[in-house]
């Protein structure tokens, strides 16, 4: 599950709503102040702006499951603020808000979607929770240990095919990112149960953690690596990508090569400190 996602460096978005004091963030909203200064001194400074693509934006993050106070929390826009925005003031037969406030629109427009900005009983996608589930089975995980570390006390997954709460999606996430590379009997899964799991995670076609870019799990366009599906990990294989990248090959070339994902390939290199290939990836 990808994490929040953050306006980019040397946005003023990112200084005065997410609190970023790097050095590019700060000189963003040092040359917001200024020029705000001297249009203040010419008469030109214009503190309202049209309020329209605000309120499209949070429509948008309406419709995606956020709920506008939910909304209001993350970006620190009142309550009323929002309201008097989606709705305006019906009992004084107010209609929405043609204009707010310029720090008001770019509290709301510099967030951006993200499930793990949902509150816990929003539902989301499921497309993401299912291609993880089924990833880690097809490494070894039977589907029992993985109800079970997510707190089912049933033998199965009891999850909707379509929809899924943001809790339970953040909860699958959190289980994947530390149990995509990790040994199953190491954690109590015995051998047999392992190679059960793997057959009926082939037998489906699901297709396992290298397949997938951790940035394409819960993109429901998405397609895994085809080469992938067939190459699972060994010691053949961390082999050639360790030779690959001892000769500084990026990891994006690498991941190229062997058919596998960027992110499983820099997975596997681990601990490589290789600059030419970090720069180069």
């Known amino acids: 599950m990808p994490g929040s996602r953050l306006p980019g460096h040397a946005t003023r978005a990112r200084y005065s709503v997410h609190g970023c004091r790097c050095d590019e963030c700060r000189t963003a909203h040092r040359e917001y102040e200024q020029i705000r200064t001297r249009q203040k001194a010419y008469g030109t400074w214009k503190p309202h702006v049209d309020a329209e693509p605000a309120r499209l934006h949070v429509r948008e993050l309406m419709a995606r499951g956020m709920g506008w106070r939910r909304i209001a929390k993350v ?83 009891q999850l909707h095919e379509h929809l899924v709460l943001a809790s339970t999606a953040r909860r ?71 030779h690959l990248a001892s000769f500084g090959t990026s990891t994006a070339e690498i991941a190229k090569r062997v058919g596998l994902s960027t992110d499983y390939v820099r997975g596997l290199l681990g601990g490589w400190a290789n600059p030419t290939r970090d720069k180069a990836a």
């Open 172 to 242: 699958v996430a959190e289980l994947y990112d530390t149990w995509w590379d990790a040994d199953p009997t190491q954690h109590g899964v015995q051998t047999a149960q392992v190679g059960r799991a793997r057959r009926y995670a082939s037998s489906r076609g699901w297709a396992p953690p290298m397949a997938w870019d951790d940035d394409t799990l819960d993109n429901p366009e998405a397609q895994p690596h085809q080469d992938a599906r067939r190459a699972i990990s060994s010691a053949e294989r961390r082999e050639e990508i360790e």
């Open 75 to 157: 970006s620190g826009v009142a309550n009323g603020t929002i309201n008097k925005l989606l709705y305006g003031v019906p009992g004084q037969g107010r209609p929405p808000a043609q204009r707010i406030r310029r720090e008001t629109a770019e509290r709301l427009l510099a967030i951006d979607y993200s499930a793990e900005l949902l509150a816990d009983g929003a539902f989301v996608d499921a497309t993401g929770t299912w291609r993880r589930i089924r990833a880690l089975v097809s490494v070894g995980w039977p589907k029992v240990h993985i109800a079970r570390a997510l707190g089912s006390h049933g033998q199965g997954l």
